[in-house]
């Protein structure tokens, strides 16, 4: 089982990238995972947003397999506990076999391409979020998860 953790743009900050790493090293124990970068699109101040969303969309679209199931961290996503992160993690996504990938999208959101080839779609929080610190607070989730799924003391009630 493969997961991935998509991002348009660079972590440009080296605390963010701090975490990321400590959390990627210790999910290794449960799940294989990797977080890719998508680059930026060039100039892309000078693009309406619909264009940006699309040129995005495009790049991430590139590199998605036909059998992948697409997770999108969306605001208009569904909100889940840690607990329910875990349990759909074990029940639904664990059995499937499937790589599974979770997408943020750069600061206009999504494509309808995108949204179209989504799977899923879930939100962090009803809170607004930078997209770079949104990367390791889901990364630390789906840590998270993965301890709970294994009764490990990380997660207190």
């Known amino acids: 089982m493969k997961f991935e953790l998509r991002a348009i743009g660079k972590t440009s900050h080296e605390y963010l990238k701090e975490g990321m790493s400590m959390y990627e090293k210790r999910m290794k124990r ?5 977080f890719i970068e998508i680059p930026d699109i060039k100039n892309a101040k000078n693009l309406h947003k619909e264009v940006l969303k699309k040129k995005e969309g495009e790049l991430i679209l590139k590199k998605v397999g036909k059998n992948d199931f697409i997770i999108l961290l969306d605001e208009k996503g569904k909100e889940l506990t840690s607990k329910q992160m875990a ?3 074990e029940k639904k996504f664990l059995p499937m076999g499937k790589k599974i990938i979770f997408i943020i999208g750069g600061a ?3 494509s309808e391409e995108i949204y179209d080839r989504a799977n899923m ?3 962090l929080s009803k809170m607004t979020f930078s997209h770079q610190m949104v990367r390791l607070f889901f990364i630390e989730q789906l840590y998270r998860a993965f301890t709970i799924i294994n009764n490990e003391p990380y997660h207190h009630d």
Do not use: M, N, P, R
Not at 30 to 34: A, K, V
């Open 30 to 34: 449960y799940i294989s995972f990797s």
């Open 87 to 89: 349990a759909t993690l």
């Open 108 to 110: 206009y959101g999504f």
């Open 121 to 123: 779609k879930i939100s």
